[in-house]
């Protein structure tokens, strides 16, 4: 499993009511605009990740957590499936319902991976992490639809970044799945061509995501130079501890 990238999904808002700021994302093509509102967010993300990794590690359980108990909640609320089978149609329907079991396919095997500390080890400068940070960064707004990290881990030499280009995905996919059940939950009008777009980013970006965390393969340790990643097999106590913690949550 990656050491990288399920630390770098943090606690995401899942609800909002800042009906301004759905709107805003939806000016324009909907996929670009998500993808520049989380590159503002990252590069604090980054530097964070690299400066108390610790610190990093218990945001994304946490985020991991709520993230698992806010899709039982979502399964059990069939007023919002409600709204957007019949405001937005059927397909958008279909491919919400894709995307959320996408979502609870990964959240185990993701609340598992931040559950023990990993020893990473990294010798990065400011100028480095800024380069590093930029390069993320171009690397997203050169991308035609949805980022390839594992185009990047096939160079050979930049599997950091393809592990920050793999988190940035998973966020991403997070991001549009809770965007389209927040229009809903607010009763938000869309036009045909929001719906289109809609419709394709929830059937690609979940098909992607998925496929790219199949594809990405365990991290092979950078030069002493740059960073080195060990990554730790899950065992059954890191399942049991996954779970006893998914249960603390839950009981809150």
Do not use: C
């Not at 009511?17 to 993808?35: F, H, R």
């Not at 590690?57 to 899709?71: K, T, V």
């Not at 390839?148 to 950091?160: F, I, M, P, S, Y």
């Amino acid at each position: 499993m990656m050491t990288i990238a399920p630390r770098m999904v943090g606690d995401y808002p899942f609800n909002t009511d800042d009906a301004t700021a759905l709107v805003s994302l939806l000016d324009g093509k909907i996929g670009e605009n998500l993808k520049r509102m989380m590159l503002d967010f990252y590069p604090e993300t980054i530097s964070q990740l690299f400066s108390d990794p610790e610190k990093s590690r218990l945001e994304a359980l946490a985020g991991y957590a709520n993230l698992q108990r806010a899709l039982r909640q979502i399964q059990l609320d069939e007023s919002i499936f409600s709204t957007v089978q019949n405001k937005y149609g059927s397909v958008i329907y279909a491919n919400l319902s894709f995307s959320l079991k996408s979502l609870e396919t990964l959240i185990t095997p993701l609340l598992m991976s931040v559950t023990q500390p990993t020893s990473i080890e990294y010798e990065l400068s400011d100028e480095q992490l800024d380069e590093l940070t930029e390069q993320l960064r171009s690397f997203v707004l050169n991308s035609q639809d949805f980022p390839d990290a594992t185009r990047l881990k096939e160079t050979g030499n930049q599997d950091l970044l393809s592990e920050l280009v793999m988190a940035f995905n998973i966020g991403l996919f997070i991001v549009l799945v809770f965007l389209v059940i927040n229009l809903a939950k607010s009763k938000h009008e869309l036009s045909d061509v929001q719906i289109s777009e809609i419709e394709t980013l929830l059937r690609d970006w979940s098909q992607e995501v998925l496929a790219q965390l199949t594809l990405f393969g365990p991290v092979k340790p950078q030069d002493v130079h740059t960073i080195s990643l060990v990554g730790i097999d899950a065992d059954e106590e890191d399942v049991e501890l996954a779970d006893s913690f998914s249960g603390y949550v839950d009981e809150e």
